[in-house]
């Protein structure tokens, strides 16, 4: 029902946003409707956005694996971000593990989780913070583990148990929808994802990815192309 709903308002809402834009270049800067149509403009952008975050959630697609390595999509991931982490003079801290063993992945939809989370690692900050990234083999080495955390304000402890439910945000402009999503992709993954506060500040997420069955964690493959990155 979702993704009808979705489809059904994408439509009309892309028709909007077509004929403000034409009409948005054809007034003079200084007319009196222009205004006007900048706003159009920009919460039809903003309906679409949340349309898009509604499609998302409700296709659930099944995840196309492949072996990879869970440092090279980071690192994509990060590439997106990075007039982010620039803009917002927030201060980048990596360990990523030099040698990991491959994991069946959709590089998609893992790059798509991680990119969530450094989004809102990024919000909670806002400006001038430190957002540090961990991969490493968990200890009973079934796993392989990506820790994210922030120097943000953290989660309230009233809202800790609810942050993975779809539509719950405490953002003004938020749909409630980023974790909601990420949550059913690690899912399908066969895979965990945690949230805790850190003991001095901000908030901190734990994802855990299996390693497939016969594959010998001791025998792990150098990621070549992992490097020590410091993003400001």
């Keep these: 029902m979702a993704a009808g709903i979705a489809h059904e308002i994408n439509n009309p809402l892309a028709s909007i946003l ?6 948005l270049k054809k007034v003079p800067q200084e007319g009196p409707f222009r205004e006007g149509l900048q706003i159009i403009v920009q919460e ?29 999509v980071m690192e994509r991931a990060l590439h997106l971000l990075a007039n982010e982490f620039k803009l917002r003079h927030i201060q980048l801290e990596l360990d990523l593990a030099k ?30 913070g430190t957002i540090t990234i961990r991969t490493y083999m968990s200890s009973n080495r079934k796993n392989v583990t990506i820790d994210i955390a922030d120097t943000g304000c953290g989660i ?5 148990s609810k942050i993975f439910e779809p539509f719950f ?3 003004s402009k938020g ?23 850190q003991r001095k500040q901000g908030a901190r997420f734990v994802v855990e990815l299996p390693i497939p069955l016969g594959v010998d964690p001791r025998e792990r493959q150098r990621d070549e192309t992992s490097k020590d990155l410091n993003h400001r």
Aim: glycine fraction near 6%.
């Design 18 to 23: 077509l004929f403000s834009s034409n009409l």
């Design 99 to 128: 040698s990991l063993p491959q994991i069946l992945i959709d590089e998609n939809q893992i790059e798509q989780i991680f990119v969530n989370l450094l989004l809102n690692a990024i919000q909670a900050i806002e400006e001038q």
């Design 169 to 171: 945000s405490t953002k």
């Design 175 to 197: 749909t409630g929808l980023g974790l909601a999503v990420t949550y059913g992709i690690v899912q399908k993954h066969g895979g965990h994802i945690y949230a805790d506060n």
């Design 44 to 72: 039809t952008l903003r309906c679409k956005a949340i349309i898009q975050d509604l499609l998302e959630f409700s296709r659930a697609n099944e995840p196309k694996t492949t072996p990879s390595n869970v440092n090279q």
């Design 156 to 160: 309230p402890p009233e809202n800790m």
